[in-house]
């Protein structure tokens, strides 16, 4: 199979009732739309209490953060493989539906009713472990990461992406889908994949043959 070549290229419905089913599509840049303006107030309500400096490197720190919360995510939750019946269903609807059907253009990214949840309850729990000023510095960068994520998730499969960069992030995606979905776990990067070892394996050589 070509690297390139998706099994399927329609999508499919999961809600029978249709208020659902709306909201399981989501338009790719909705998370820019929706995410930016926070990473810019989070921005500007930590520079009211930090040095510029300060504010760079927490927002640093919240970029990497996000790296190693979208490593563990995509791994651990994303790819837990379910024994119930229930379970099966739920994992479908989170991310099976994703490799089942991965040129769906409208869920490639995650849904606001997700999201916005999930943000608000890492926001919360971020605000007990820093304090103020690199509690929201850090938020925006994590949320700055999440924004690049789900813009290069999109790009890897839908853009003729240029560049090494560029080819090396959908070369490797790829893989993901079509070669292991057991590797290759990190989208935006392979920084945590190389620390925890779940980089795609090469291909093995060809054994020689001998005659008999």
Do not use: C
């Not at 329609?10 to 930016?36: D, G, M, Q, W």
């Not at 019946?85 to 739920?90: I, M, P």
């Not at 890492?122 to 960068?141: N, R, S, T």
Request: aromatic letters at 18%; a positive charge.
């Amino acid at each position: 199979m070509a690297l390139y070549v998706s099994n399927k290229d329609e999508t499919v419905r999961l809600f029978k009732n249709p208020i659902l089913e709306y909201f399981s599509h989501i338009h790719p840049a909705t998370p820019v739309v929706v995410y930016v303006p926070v990473v810019l107030w989070m921005i500007y309500r930590a520079a009211q209490l930090l040095t510029w400096y300060e504010v760079v490197a927490i927002a640093a720190f919240g970029v990497v953060g996000w790296t190693l919360f979208e490593y563990v995510f995509h791994r651990f939750v994303f790819h837990y493989e379910p024994k119930s019946e229930l379970g099966k269903k739920l994992h479908f609807l989170v991310h099976g539906v994703h490799h089942d059907y991965p040129r769906d253009r409208t869920r490639l990214v995650m849904p606001l009713l997700v999201s916005v949840p999930l943000a608000t309850a890492l926001y919360m729990v971020y605000g007990v472990l820093f304090p103020p000023g690199w509690h929201e510095g850090f938020f925006a960068g994590f949320v700055a990461g999440y924004v690049a994520y789900d813009s290069i998730h999109y790009m890897t499969h839908h853009w003729a992406l240029r560049g090494r960069i560029g080819r090396f992030l959908k070369a490797y995606h790829m893989k993901h889908h079509y070669v292991d979905p057991h590797s290759a776990f990190g989208v935006s990067n392979p920084l945590w994949d190389y620390v925890f070892g779940t980089t795609p394996k090469p291909p093995a050589p060809p054994r020689n043959q001998h005659a008999a």
